[in-house]
C-alpha cells in the first residue's frame, strides 16, 4: 500500500533547503560572510559572555591605565579594573537596546505603512499626516527631553527602545506605503480581491512578504540608529549611571583626562573600536541579506 504524501516533512525539508540555500549564497559573499562573523561574535559575547568574564569592579590602583596585554586584553581603567569584561558585560544591554528599537521601529512603521498604501483615502492621509508631524521633530532633543523627564524609569530596556524609536518609524512608515501603493495594483492582487480575500489577508500574507527585502535591511539600519542614539544619551549623562556600558565608559575616560595621556589611550579607544566593530559588523552584512532577499543581486 503507498503511503500518504507527509506534508510536515514536505515543508520540513523545503525549510532546510531554503536555509543552505541561504547559508551558500552568504558563503560566497565575502561582505556579508565577514559582518554575520563578526556579528556572531557579539552576540556570543553578549549572551555567554558576562557568564565566562567575571566583572570585577573593586578598584586595584597599582594597575591604573595598564596596556594591554594577556593578562588585560583591553589594558585597565582609571581605577586598575579590567576593561575587557566592562566591555563585554557592556555588550548586553548595547545589543538588547538596539533590537528591541529596531523591532518596535519596523513593526509600527510596517503596520501604518500597510494600512496607509492599501486602504488610501482618509485613513491614508490622517496616518500620513501623522508621520509628517513627527518627521518635523528634531529626534534628538525630543529623546533627551523625554530621559530627563522619565529619569530613573529609563533602566527599562523596553522603555527606553521605546523612546529611542519615538520618531525612527515615520521615515520607514512612508517608505513602505509608497512600496505598497506600486505593489496593490498587481495583477496577484487583484486575482486576491476577485476569490474574496480578505483585506488583513492580502495586507498581511500577500504584500508583506513581497516587501521583506527592504524591512530587513532598513531593520539593520534602525539597530546603527539606536546604538548611536542610546551610547550618545549615556555618553551626555541623559541616562542612569550604569558602569558597564559603553557610552558611561567614554564619559568616564574623559572626566579621568583620558583624551590627553598617551597611557590612557587604551582605555578610551576600548569602546570606541568596540562600537565601529559593531557598526561595521552590521553594515558589511547588509551585503549578505540583500543577495539572500534578492536574487537580481546574486552572482552566478
Known amino acids: 500500500m503507498k503511503k500518504p504524501w507527509n506534508i510536515k516533512k514536505y515543508v520540513t525539508f523545503a525549510s532546510r533547503r531554503k536555509y543552505v540555500r541561504s547559508l551558500k549564497i552568504v558563503a560566497k559573499d565575502k561582505k556579508g560572510l565577514i559582518g554575520f562573523s563578526i556579528l556572531f561574535v557579539y552576540i556570543l559575547m553578549a549572551t555567554v559572555g558576562p557568564a565566562i568574564v567575571p566583572l570585577n569592579e573593586k578598584p586595584n590602583i597599582t594597575e591604573t591605565f595598564m596596556p594591554p596585554s ?11 579594573r579590567d576593561t575587557f569584561s566592562y566591555i563585554v558585560h557592556g555588550s548586553t544591554s548595547v ?72 520618531t525612527a518609524w515615520a521615515s520607514l512608515a512612508r517608505s513602505v506605503r509608497s512600496q505598497v501603493l506600486s505593489i496593490k495594483e498587481s495583477e496577484f492582487v487583484d486575482a486576491c480581491r476577485v476569490i474574496g480575500l480578505s483585506k488583513s489577508h492580502i495586507i498581511f500574507q500577500e504584500i508583506l512578504p513581497n516587501i521583506t527585502p527592504y524591512v530587513a535591511i532598513n531593520a539593520l539600519f534602525a539597530t546603527l540608529g539606536a546604538i548611536y542614539s542610546q551610547v550618545g544619551l549615556y555618553f551626555i549623562g541623559a541616562l542612569p549611571f550604569t558602569s558597564a556600558n559603553w557610552g558611561v565608559m567614554l564619559e568616564v575616560a574623559g572626566e579621568r583626562g583620558a583624551f590627553w595621556g598617551v597611557k590612557t589611550i587604551y582605555y578610551y579607544f576600548a569602546p570606541i573600536i568596540a562600537i565601529c566593530l559593531l557598526d561595521a559588523a552590521i553594515i558589511l552584512s547588509i551585503s549578505g541579506i540583500e543577495k539572500i532577499l534578492n536574487p537580481r543581486l546574486r552572482e552566478e
Open 70 to 80: 594577556l593578562t588585560h586584553l583591553l589594558g585597565t581603567d582609571f581605577a586598575g
Open 95 to 166: 545589543l538588547l537596546i538596539a533590537v528591541l528599537t529596531a523591532m518596535i521601529t519596523v513593526v509600527v512603521a510596517i503596520t501604518v505603512g500597510l494600512v496607509a498604501g492599501y486602504i488610501g483615502g482618509v485613513v491614508d492621509t490622517f496616518l500620513m499626516g501623522v508621520a509628517n508631524v513627527v518627521l518635523s521633530i528634531p529626534s534628538f532633543p525630543l529623546i533627551l527631553v523625554l530621559a530627563t523627564i522619565l529619569g530613573s524609569n529609563m533602566e527599562q530596556p523596553l522603555l527606553l527602545a521605546s523612546v529611542l524609536s519615538i
